[in-house]
């Protein structure tokens, strides 16, 4: 009868506890708001010309993407290594070099966990 009446009286103090509260719905955030379907746009663009190693093609789509959404990680990235590779036959230090440096750095500050992928996502 005890042991009744203390479950009993769990079950009620349980039931009478307030829900957890319910987190509102992230807001839109003004990044988020730019044309990111253009950006994927010019993104699949650009590898595809980069695979045929057209990188002058490569360079405007990527351009494209990064002023469509200059937040734009894998935009960086892809902007950055097709400067990479229009400098790859000059020296080191050449000033395309630096450029993908800094495109590079800039991805890898808006997010450091980035992975190119080599392929359109179509």
Same mark, same amino acid.
């Given at each position: 009868?005890?042991?009744?009446?203390?479950?009993? =009286?769990?079950?009620?103090?349980?039931?009478?506890? %307030?829900? %957890?509260?319910? =987190?509102?719905?992230?807001?839109?955030?003004?990044?988020?708001?730019? !044309?990111?379907?253009?950006?994927?746009?010019? /993104? !699949?663009?650009?590898?595809?010309?980069?695979?045929?190693?057209?990188?002058?093609? =490569?360079?405007?789509?990527?351009?494209?993407?990064?002023? =469509?959404?200059?937040?734009?990680?894998?935009?960086?990235? $892809?902007?950055?290594?097709?400067? $990479?590779? /229009?400098?790859?036959?000059?020296?080191?230090?050449?000033?395309?070099?630096?450029?993908?440096?800094? $495109?590079?750095?800039?991805?890898?500050?808006? !997010? %450091?966990?980035?992975? %190119?992928?080599?392929?359109?996502?179509?």
């Amino acid at each position: 009868m005890l042991l009744s009446s203390l479950v009993l =009286a769990s079950a009620l103090a349980s039931a009478q506890e %307030p829900a %957890p509260p319910v =987190a509102p719905p992230p807001q839109e955030s003004a990044v988020a708001s730019k !044309d990111t379907g253009a950006g994927q746009s010019s /993104i !699949d663009a650009g590898l595809a010309a980069f695979k045929k190693r057209r990188f002058a093609k =490569a360079e405007a789509e990527f351009q494209k993407a990064v002023d =469509a959404d200059p937040s734009s990680a894998a935009a960086n990235f $892809y902007l950055g290594y097709t400067y $990479y590779k /229009i400098a790859e036959p000059h020296r080191r230090n050449s000033p395309g070099k630096q450029k993908a440096l800094e $495109y590079f750095n800039k991805a890898f500050q808006l !997010d %450091p966990s980035f992975a %190119p992928v080599w392929q359109s996502r179509k």
